[in-house]
């Protein structure tokens, strides 16, 4: 490892991050117990509400998605293919020689702001094309914006290497199409077509084979960025940017500018043999169920899956899935059932998991890129309240080809009133905690939010040469409990994705102050929160959560600071103004500045 990245960073930064730390902890409030949890068959009583106009407009919003959204979504993502087939067409050469000239637009653009007219710099996106449900309000202020809407070219597909290079606005679906004909897939492959390599690295991306591999950041192999200063450097674990390399994952794009990635290729076979367990008993059975199937008791490496997902259905029910690879041969032989869960008439699948509570464990072989992307369909099973009877077989049938929606086009069109219901009476969270957590993080949803279905997703948290926003548990790796090695401990996805229990029943629920509740737990559990999702959180309590360190020192090393506006204030709800965003900067710099003279 090259000696940069274990050389403490400059005095004044390490005297300025820990000043700012101080703060933070000085107001950090002690530690509560969780609530005791309540009979768990029994939902809480909560006052009834009274319906307003905004909660007709959700109720027939179907009108909308079915006559404007969705034909102008299939319209989109064939334009978007056929944009793929143009990109692939050319020559590894000619996309090279395209890519090496768009960068050279950023840096030009870069170059081109005058820091003190121009605003802070982000892409030139607009606000509501993006994935997550976190409203990005903070391109609603001056801000000085770089385009970067060229850079969606697989630029490289390496088998000797096994390596492929990528532009950020590359998706799931579109290298998913060019690398599974080829027997190669990233190592891990997030679900839903339209996620982006760039988001997947800035931000956070996980799937099934995550208890292998890890988060899709822990399995670049390089980053070329553009800093603030229009430099344009290729960060590795090894070479001299190698602190950059560790630092960009989690920081939403806050350190520089992302324009190509080189990805860890595996090799794999043409379907995926899936086993669906049914598993029935109160939480904390269903958590263990998972956990075993995650980490097998006796710890045999050979009966480790490729793939384990689990859904929860209630209280009282869930379905554990594991897949191993497995090729043409055996998935056609006699006697095995090939279930292609990608074609547009099939059922959603997480309603095709749950027949597995009715007649128990079953086998079945789904062809291998299908199942990367079985949740796009019906976007896990938020598509059941986008369009109701959407699920239905003459509607599959019949216009299941459309689906499903953009999500961006939904954000465009719901306007704020919807906008503030969904945040209010709607619940889009993920949960990253420790496995051995898995049943006390269930039970606290359950008690807080009462949603269902919930994902159970495992991944790996590495243990790194640095400590980065997200890091194990101190000591973990001496605790020897199941799932954790001597190099990484295992955590698990819980995903929170639908509207409370309450809500249908007509009583009254605060997204809000739920939310606040579900931070709090997380913070007290050594846990985290993926920054796509809308957050509560202070700057305080976000500093809890993430470890500030490693950040801070490469926002300074690389001239972040005063260019790209901090993660905190990315991330954070409501409106932005540069103002804030600069005195919260100087807050940090002014004690710098005085230990230098």
């Not at 004044?12 to 768990?40: K, N, W, Y």
């Not at 390596?163 to 891990?188: D, F, H, W, Y």
């Not at 991330?571 to 100087?586: F, N, T």
Request: glycine share 6%; charged share 25%; with cysteine.
């Amino acid at each position: 490892m090259d000696s940069l990245l274990h050389a403490p960073p400059p005095s004044f930064i390490c005297s300025a991050v820990t000043r700012h730390r101080e703060r933070i902890q000085s107001s950090i409030p002690p530690r509560s117990q969780p609530p005791a949890m309540a009979d768990l068959q029994t939902p809480l009583v909560r006052p009834k509400r009274k319906k307003v106009l905004v909660d007709y407009l959700v109720q027939f919003r179907w009108i909308l998605v079915i006559f404007v959204v969705l034909p102008a979504s299939a319209l989109i993502y064939f334009n978007i293919y056929l944009g793929d087939m143009w990109s692939a067409m050319k020559s590894e050469k000619k996309r090279q020689k395209e890519h090496e000239d768009n960068v050279q637009k950023v840096v030009k653009r870069l170059k081109q702001r005058n820091p003190k007219k121009d605003g802070l710099v982000c892409t030139a996106r607009k606000p509501w094309i993006a994935v997550g449900m976190r409203n990005v309000d903070y391109k609603r202020v001056r801000h000085f914006e770089v385009d970067l809407s060229a850079f969606r070219n697989i630029l490289e597909i390496d088998p000797e290497r096994m390596v492929a290079k990528v532009e950020p606005l590359v998706n799931m679906g579109q290298i998913s199409r060019a690398t599974c004909p080829m027997n190669l897939s990233l190592a891990v492959v997030a679900e839903l077509d339209d996620l982006t390599v760039g988001g997947l690295i800035n931000g956070y991306g996980i799937e099934g084979s995550s208890h292998i591999y890890g988060l899709f950041s822990d399995t670049v192999v390089a980053l070329e960025i553009v800093l603030a200063d229009g430099r344009v450097v290729r960060a590795t674990k090894d070479n001299e940017y190698s602190d950059l390399f560790y630092g960009v994952p989690w920081s939403q794009g806050t350190l520089g500018f992302l324009v190509s990635a080189e990805i860890k290729l595996i090799p794999i076979k043409e379907y995926m043999r899936l086993t669906y367990t049914p598993v029935k008993g109160p939480l904390k059975e269903v958590a263990q169920a998972y956990a075993d199937a995650v980490a097998p008791r006796d710890g045999d490496p050979a009966k480790v899956p490729d793939f384990v997902e689990g859904m929860v259905y209630s209280a009282t029910e869930g379905v554990m899935m594991t897949g191993v690879y497995a090729s043409k041969e055996e998935a056609k032989k006699k006697g095995n059932k090939i279930n292609s869960v990608g074609w547009w008439f099939k059922p959603w699948f997480y309603q095709h998991a749950q027949t597995a509570l009715k007649k128990g464990e079953f086998v079945e072989y789904i062809p291998t890129r299908e199942y990367y992307h079985r949740h796009t369909r019906c976007l896990y099973w938020e598509g059941k309240l986008i369009l109701p009877f959407g699920d239905q077989f003459w509607f599959r049938f019949l216009f299941g080809w459309l689906m499903p929606p953009k999500v961006s086009l939904l954000k465009a069109t719901q306007g704020d009133a919807i906008r503030n219901y969904y945040h209010d009476n709607h619940v889009i969270q993920d949960m990253l905690v420790p496995l051995y957590k898995v049943g006390d993080a269930l039970e606290f949803v359950h008690h807080e939010m009462e949603v269902y279905p919930l994902w159970l997703c495992p991944h790996r948290l590495f243990k790194l040469p640095v400590k980065t926003m997200i890091y194990p548990e101190p000591g973990f790796e001496h605790q020897q409990r199941q799932g954790d090695t001597s190099y990484a401990q295992m955590f698990t996805d819980v995903g929170v994705y639908y509207t409370p229990a309450c809500i249908f029943r007509g009583e009254e629920f605060d997204g809000a102050e739920s939310v606040k509740r579900l931070e709090q737990w997380l913070i007290e559990n050594h846990s985290y929160q993926p920054q796509y999702a809308v957050t509560e959180l202070n700057e305080k309590d976000f500093w809890r959560m993430f470890d500030a360190s490693h950040y801070e020192h490469c926002r300074h090393k690389y001239g972040a600071v005063g260019t790209f506006m901090s993660v905190y204030y990315k991330s954070k709800k409501g409106r932005k103004s540069e103002k804030e965003v600069q005195e919260a900067e100087a807050a940090i710099l002014e004690p710098a500045y005085a230990d230098e003279a």
